[in-house]
């Protein structure tokens, strides 16, 4: 072969790689930038970590950072004393800031909450617009399994259901991404934008078992692939802009959910 013909295979091989490596490195940049928007949230009573979850930085102001995750997270029933919060940063360095809740929707119709830190300006997810998801749409998920280190599975949107009247208002919408518990207010971010395009909700599993039926059996959940529930864009965007955080999130046109003209949401620190 005549150095001329080795030059040109070796284009070919590098052209011909060319698109997988850069799928790979599209894919590679949006979870570096995830993992920055996402921290761990945790509630504590008498100084005690009685619960972990998920949430999602989605505006700053000043040295105040405001952070998404669900209702069910910060609610306090169930605690058995008053309870307090705080959000775990990994990165670039891992600490601790206290939090406070600012915002809450009311489940099951808006399972949303906020929260805000004081004293560091997190980098916030942009937030997608209705029209900018849809059904195949490939997404990373960023979430603390059982209160562990920030960790990343991908798939796609599985379903995503609209209102009949107004194709424009999502009801719905479910990935195949696995996630586990923890994952509650993890992020779920479009490949290749980055952009905010749903929220962990929820999971529906199954049980395994070995040996049988007895109560000395081994059994586990499995999470289900394509019932990770999260809510949609409608949702979030139309969430912040009650909340007063619109401006800050850089959101536009934004409307109410259905079911909800005005909706409904309790603020101020530690709101019932």
Known sequence: MTRTNLIFA???????????????????????KALRHSVRVEVLVRGVVQR?????????????SYILTNEHVVQREGLSGAASFQVVIERPKLHRLKARVVAEGKVPDEDLALLAVEGEALQPAPVAAEDQIDVGDDVVVVGAPYGRALSVSSGIVSQLETDEQDGRQQKSMKTDAPIGYG?????????PSGRLVGLVEGYRTAKVAFGGLSKDDFSFDVPMPGETFLAPPTKIRSFIARSGLGKLAGLRGTPAPVG?????????PGAP
């Open 10 to 32: 070796a284009l070919g091989v590098i052209f011909l790689a060319g698109p997988a490596s850069w799928a790979k490195s599209e894919k590679s940049k949006v979870v570096q």
């Open 52 to 64: 972990s979850a998920s949430g999602v930085v989605i505006a700053t102001e000043g040295k105040t």
């Open 183 to 191: 994952a509650s207010g993890g992020g779920v971010f479009d490949v």
């Open 260 to 268: 909800q003209p005005g909706g409904t949401m309790a603020q101020g």
